[in-house]
Nanobody, 125 residues
Framework: QVQLVESGGGFVQAGDSLRLSCAVS????????SGWFRHAPGHEREFVAAIRWSGGSTYYADTVKHRFTISRDKNTVYLQMNSLKSEDTAVYYCAATVWPYNIMAVTTTKQYDSWGQGTQVTVSS
């Protein structure tokens, strides 16, 4: 079992930056990749970014590419969000998978085994 706890959400102005953290515990040796998803009202949960734990390969949704950066330091996964826009407002979830998918393929919720509780990010325009 893998447990995930997100933190770092908040209320910011458009153009500001925010860094989310995801603390991973439990059977961390089994984690193959971590991802960030977000869920805005009236929308489905959507993929944001993913990172492979071994090697650090990353993959981003087009909507956040060049603005967001996913990284990992030991058992914490980060999402650095720059140049935030009002459309980035959502609940952000951290997820982990133990299956060796291609990093460019871990973009759907069904590929992840464990999820955090989410952290709210609100961007005011």
């Amino acid at each position: 079992q893998v447990q995930l706890v997100e933190s770092g959400g908040g209320f910011v102005q458009a153009g500001d930056s925010l860094r989310l953290s995801c603390a991973v515990s439990g059977r961390t040796f089994s984690v193959y990749a971590s991802g960030w998803f977000r869920h805005a009202p009236g929308h489905e949960r959507e993929f944001v970014a993913a990172i492979r734990w071994s090697g650090g390969s990353t993959y981003y949704a087009d909507t956040v590419k060049h603005r967001f950066t996913i990284s990992r330091d030991k058992n914490t996964v980060y999402l650095q969000m720059n140049s935030l826009k009002s459309e980035d407002t959502a609940v952000y979830y951290c997820a982990a998978t133990v299956w060796p998918y291609n990093i460019m393929a871990v973009t759907t919720t069904k590929q992840y085994d464990s999820w955090g509780q989410g952290t709210q990010v609100t961007v005011s325009s």
